[in-house]
């Protein structure tokens, strides 16, 4: 017998709010928000989403909804859903979420993306300090290919896949989370070395009421106030996974998430056509609106068969992920080199952070002489098929990071030759250039000393 279509338990109207669509969605980590539907171990189900910004975000020549946007709205997510097993027992605590991605893809109709830089004085990005203004690119899908208008000459196939895939925390994991974050929120900054070499900010986005979204709980209500002051924002990857933006992410990929409440209360969301290791533009991959297909299995008492605690208590743990067997092929890379010295000679000692901005800056200005501006390399390496490595750890004092790209991604032979960078047709400026706006912060622009400009 053919199988059954995959059952649509979350369907999504990409012309409505968030607030409007026909199961209520949810932007914050509580485990008092509601499933709103159930799922059967081994059934095939499709969950829909909206992008991150729930439709702020627009295919048009400016980048004002960027530099405007309020990013408490973070992020949308479809769910929570309820996952019981054959005989309609729910997932318990201790038990080990197995969800595999069977398919996924942009919502028919809606074949577009948008990658994007924040304003320095609402949130930046990894590279903040050296580029502060916001900035967007509108991609177009043909297919599993991208292209941009806005960053001609590039062309690629998309790794698709979910920002965030995670479970509910129960009520002891989420206080952790709310107290180690506010600690760190609460330490000044000149007390942190890595800050004045990486410049976005906050340090931590604590809970606020402010554009709540809590799924079937009504704003207003007691209930809502008490959930909302308390819930924990999506933006960083946690204990129950959530946003680890894992580009190999895709189809036929697993991932094994620890069960924290009965149910699990599994939820999705933040679909990206696209994205580089990093994501270093911070709204740096290519968001959309998408789909996920999904089966999912319960592993009873996985938690503590397969999961090692790294911390205080048994909830310390983090998810597994098996990566899928689809990508794309390509057998030609270029790549650059970062150490653990900034921008201003200083060593620092085996930092990751500091070698991998630098491979980064690398990056970019290399690319920046093939006729492109350095803002569109910027969000290029955000979001096209690019590979991040620690390739050193141990050496000290350098820790060395490394960026490979895809060369065949370029309509031009981007590799060093004998004499001087070519000029001529294929190295005219690359226009139209990415849509940008003005930066009116008084933050210091990082230079280059070595650079005029």
């Known amino acids: 017998m053919v199988p059954l279509t995959p059952r649509i338990v979350v369907p999504i109207d990409v012309k409505k709010r968030p607030w409007d669509q026909k199961l209520p969605l949810h932007n914050r980590w509580h485990p008092d928000i509601p499933p709103v539907a159930d799922v059967i171990e081994g059934e095939l189900f499709r969950v829909e989403m909206v992008d991150w910004t729930g439709g702020r975000i627009g295919d048009n020549y400016s980048a004002e909804d960027v530099k405007t946007i309020d990013t408490t709205i973070t992020h949308y997510l479809s769910g929570p859903l309820r996952v019981l097993d054959a005989k309609g027992v729910p997932a318990k605590p201790g038990d080990l979420l197995v969800v595999e991605i069977c398919n996924l893809g942009p919502l028919p109709g809606d074949e577009w993306g948008y990658t994007a830089t924040f304003d320095r004085e609402n949130g930046g990005g990894f590279l ?174 996985g938690m503590r068969e397969y999961l090692t605690p790294m911390g205080p208590t048994p909830l310390h743990v983090n998810p597994i992920f098996e990566i899928g067997p689809v990508e794309p092929r390509f057998s030609e890379w270029l790549v650059f080199e970062g150490i653990s010295v900034d921008e201003a000679g200083r060593q620092h000692f085996l930092d990751a952070t500091v070698a991998y901005k630098r491979a980064v800056l690398n990056a970019i200005d290399y690319l920046s002489r093939f006729g492109y501006s350095k803002e569109q390399v910027y969000l290029l390496l955000s979001c096209c098929p690019c590979e991040g490595r620690i390739s050193g750890i141990v050496d000290a004092p350098n820790a060395v990071a490394t960026l490979a790209i895809p060369t065949s991604i370029f309509d031009q032979d981007i590799r060093p030759k004998s004499g001087k960078v070519p000029t001529g047709p294929q190295v005219v400026k690359r226009l139209p250039d990415v849509l940008r706006c003005t930066y009116d912060g008084a933050l210091p622009i990082t230079q280059n000393p070595c650079m005029d400009s």
């Open 128 to 301: 903040t300090d050296h580029f502060p203004c916001a900035t967007k690119a509108i991609w177009y899908f043909e297919g599993i290919y991208a292209y941009s208008p806005n960053i001609p000459g590039v062309r690629f196939p998309g790794l698709t896949h979910p920002g965030i895939v995670g479970t509910a925390p129960s009520i002891e994991l989420l206080r952790i989370w709310n107290e180690r974050e506010k600690k760190l929120a609460e330490t000044d900054v000149r007390l942190l070395k890595l800050c004045e070499v990486v410049h976005q900010r906050p340090l931590a986005n604590l809970p606020t009421a402010k554009n709540c979204l809590l799924g079937k709980i009504k704003e207003g209500t007691p209930e809502w106030g008490k959930i909302a002051n308390e819930a924990a924002r999506t933006i960083p990857g946690r204990e129950n996974g959530g946003n680890c933006d894992i580009k190999n992410l895709s189809r036929g990929s697993k991932v094994y998430l620890p069960v924290f409440v009965e149910g699990a209360n599994l939820s999705t969301g933040d679909m990206h056509f696209s994205q580089g290791d990093g994501e270093v533009s911070f709204c740096g991959a290519i968001e959309m609106s998408g789909f996920l297909e999904l089966k999912c299995e319960i592993i009873r008492g």
